[in-house]
């Protein structure tokens, strides 16, 4: 079977009137099987909705080839496009009109039966707010009202570009969960998202840009693999002193809430040792293979040997731990 997406060589280029033209797509290529769930990542300006969008026929591609659902587009766009839904660029509500009001209106549009209006509000978990008018809504509703619109056609491939805009936890979960029911009702879904750990949780595979380039891509497991960082995860009692120790020592560590990170270090004995023979007892140790590392690597936007960066949602130490000074242990020498 062909894939569900299909991109080779795409170039897209901004003329401006004025200043340089500017080189959004630089020969990208893209792959996404059918009935998976595929993260498309990259930084911000690396080109991820110039792409969704030239893919979609809103934007004209310099060169090129792109198919969908194994047919050619732009060409074939007329025949393919009921088979796609996508949100591309947060869709404009008119805030008088229901929710429900609104997908009447997109679906008599589009041809759909009326019966999907009530089932895409139950998925997205709008059923009860339907007749609301959409200035109510939360910032997050509209974006579950988005989604809804895209599912009107009960389409094979889904594209979302940043669904998770505005979500709660509570609502990145309950999308999370749909998304993942359409899955595995077959739906093919790419999602383009900067929240890495939520790509990371629900992807099968990804593709990730820079500079218009594809720069990794492959099943989550793969990339992870391929770009370990000998990234750690480090618990003992006052985790502060522990990391002070372990930075002096010339080890490159990030201080979370409650544990520490120790990152690029090929031998996790090292870590115990060096506490040990402080009298910390080490009480986990383990592994962490965090996409954000492998965007990081890939993007070239990786920390710097010796630089300190909190991780997760976790603050900044309220005293940062002193960068260390000199040279920062080498992987091969932290044995
Ligand atoms: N209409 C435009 N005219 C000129 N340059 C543009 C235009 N749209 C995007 N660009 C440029 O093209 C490059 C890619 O932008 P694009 O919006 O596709 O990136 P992105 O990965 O989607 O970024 P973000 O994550 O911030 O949304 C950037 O350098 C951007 O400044």
């Avoid at 997050?140 to 889904?158: F, H, I, N, T, W």
């Avoid at 522990?242 to 809430?257: D, F, K, M, N, P």
Wanted: with cysteine; proline share 6%; glycine share 10%.
């Amino acid at each position: 079977m062909t894939a569900a997406l299909e991109i080779s060589g795409l170039v897209k280029t901004y003329q401006s009137l004025f200043g340089k033209p500017r080189v959004a797509l630089d020969k990208l290529d893209m792959v996404v099987e059918r009935g998976e769930i595929h993260g498309f990542l990259g930084p911000n300006g690396s080109g991820k909705s110039t792409a969704l969008k030239t893919l979609l026929g809103l934007l004209r591609p310099d060169a090129g080839h792109m198919s969908i659902l194994g047919e050619t587009v732009p060409r074939a766009l007329p025949r393919v496009a009921p088979r796609v839904g996508a949100i591309v660029e947060a869709p404009a509500f008119f805030g008088n009109f229901s929710g429900y009001k609104t997908l009447s209106i997109l679906a008599k549009a589009g041809g759909v039966p009326k019966d999907r209006i009530g089932i895409v509000l139950d998925q997205v978990g709008l059923a009860s707010r339907a007749e609301d008018e959409i200035k109510s809504y939360s910032l997050g509703m509209r974006q579950r009202l988005a989604v809804a619109s895209a599912l009107l056609k009960d389409p094979e491939l889904l594209i979302l570009d940043e669904p998770n805009n505005g979500l709660d936890p509570a609502g990145i979960r309950e999308m999370r969960d749909l998304l993942r029911e359409q899955a595995e009702r077959g739906m093919t879904i790419v999602i383009s998202s900067h929240i890495l750990a939520e790509i990371q949780q629900i992807c099968d595979s990804v593709t990730i840009i820079s500079r218009g380039r594809r720069v990794g891509a492959g099943p989550v497991a793969q990339v992870l693999a391929a770009n370990d960082q000998g990234t750690y995860r480090v618990r003992v009692d006052n985790h502060r002193e522990a990391a002070h120790i372990l930075s002096e020592a010339g080890a490159q560590v990030t201080l979370a809430a409650d544990h520490i990170i120790v990152h690029d270090l090929a031998d996790p004995a090292w870590i115990s040792r060096a506490l040990g023979v402080n009298d910390f007892w080490v009480r986990e140790l383990s592994p962490v293979a965090q996409l954000e590392d492998a965007f990081l690597n890939l993007t070239g936007g990786g920390p710097r040997r010796g630089q300190l960066r909190p991780v997760d949602n976790s603050e900044w130490p309220a005293d940062p731990l002193p960068v260390p000074q000199g040279d920062v242990i080498e992987q091969g020498h932290a044995s």
